[in-house]
């Protein structure tokens, strides 16, 4: 297979996914409040096997889930996510113990997870974390500070937390901790945010944690962050051309029905050539999206900047596609309730989260410059040909 086909079972698996997004997963998020973790939803996910999926599957097939459910239900494609963004440092970096002790959990959906890295004064420089863990003995800590903008806080049962273990070290001063919800010292208040999922912040008041918390290895926690962060980008984009791909059928339905001027939308030349521009866009952001994740699951050297420009570009499509069908459907696409609406408010988010847009563009010109640099120099000859 290459990172531009997919196999027919793939692309039945991701016709199964829309249609029971749509039958099962739809109904229970209907039934949802916005800004709480929806725990009959994340219990559905878990009974059709898509937890216990994110731990089983590489980078592609996260995406093919991810971009389906997008398609169909968003709320649901979030909730899974989110499971998979918290607990994946513990399935990849945690100990036999603490695995057997939450992954069960998680898979079953009787526990939800979240990955708390932002905090007031860093977002995405996360390198400027300021969440202390003061030691307190040997092979013990106190985490004391803040996190913001964390999803599925406060709500959440584990935490995977990312604190400075070394002052003014950097990237090599912080460490992961698998901190469960129920720490002394340890609270949370829910952030009233544009998108409909859960996002809160923590407070941290000198909470406990011990060497059997860490995750991998301590003042290497960047580690920890970076490696799940390079499997979630891609499908954060793959999340966008779901959201991208609904907007865009949305629009090739209602064009073909509406009637303007005399004919249907759909023969206006402005029209078809916008939504020209609309499909050409999503396809090259899923080609991307595949390409990136198929690099990760082939253990490519070029992830990092694959799994920027995946996110990057398939994120800012997807508000651009989004956006242009709201104005072809006029009025009615702002009417809440309506899919577009739903969409609008969905799509921004993403442009932020997991390392906003420019941030991609900062890491995307940084392993440019690295890949230049371990190269043999080459020079032009006279003519202008490279020698």
Known sequence: MTAFSLEPAQLARC?????LAAERLRPLAEKGEPGRVNRPLV???ARLGLLERLFTS????????????????????????????????????????????????????????????????????AAALALRAEPDGPGRWRLTGEKYWISNAPEADLYTV???????????????????????????TALDMLSPHPVGALGFDAVPVTADDVLGEPDRGFRVAMGTL?????????????????????TLAHT???????????????????????????????????????????GAPDVPKRAAMAKLFATETAQYVVDAAVQL??????????????????????????????????????????????KPTRELTKDGHVS
């Open 43 to 45: 219990v559905e996910l």
């Open 256 to 298: 073909a029905e509406r009637s303007a001027f005399g004919g249907k939308l759909k023969d206006l030349q402005a029209v078809a050539h916008q939504v020209a521009e609309m499909a050409v866009r999503t396809e090259a952001a899923r080609l991307m999206v595949y390409a990136a994740a198929t690099a990760h699951d082939e």
């Open 58 to 125: 590489g980078a592609l097939d996260l995406c093919l889930m991810r971009e389906s459910l997008a398609y169909a239900c968003t709320e649901a494609e979030t909730a899974l996510a989110l499971q998979g963004l918290g607990a994946h440092p513990v399935h990849a970096y945690g100990t036999g113990a603490q695995r057997a002790r939450w992954l069960p959990e998680v898979t079953a959906g009787t526990a939800v997870a979240a990955f708390a890295l932002s905090e007031p004064g860093a977002g995405s420089d």
């Open 230 to 250: 390079n499997l979630f980008r891609p499908s954060v984009g793959a999340f966008a051309v779901g959201m991208a791909q609904a907007a865009l059928d949305a």
């Open 329 to 374: 459907h006029g009025a009615r696409a702002l009417r809440r309730g309506h899919l577009l609406e739903h969409l609008y408010r969905e799509v921004r988010a993403p442009r932020v989260y997991e390392g906003a847009s420019e941030v991609q563009r900062d890491i995307i010109a940084k392993e440019l410059t690295k890949e230049v640099t371990q």
């Open 162 to 188: 990312f604190a400075r273990t070394t002052p003014e070290a950097g990237a090599r001063g912080v460490t992961a901790f698998l901190v469960p919800a129920d720490r002394p010292g340890l609270t949370g």
């Open 15 to 19: 016709a199964e996914l829309r249609a």
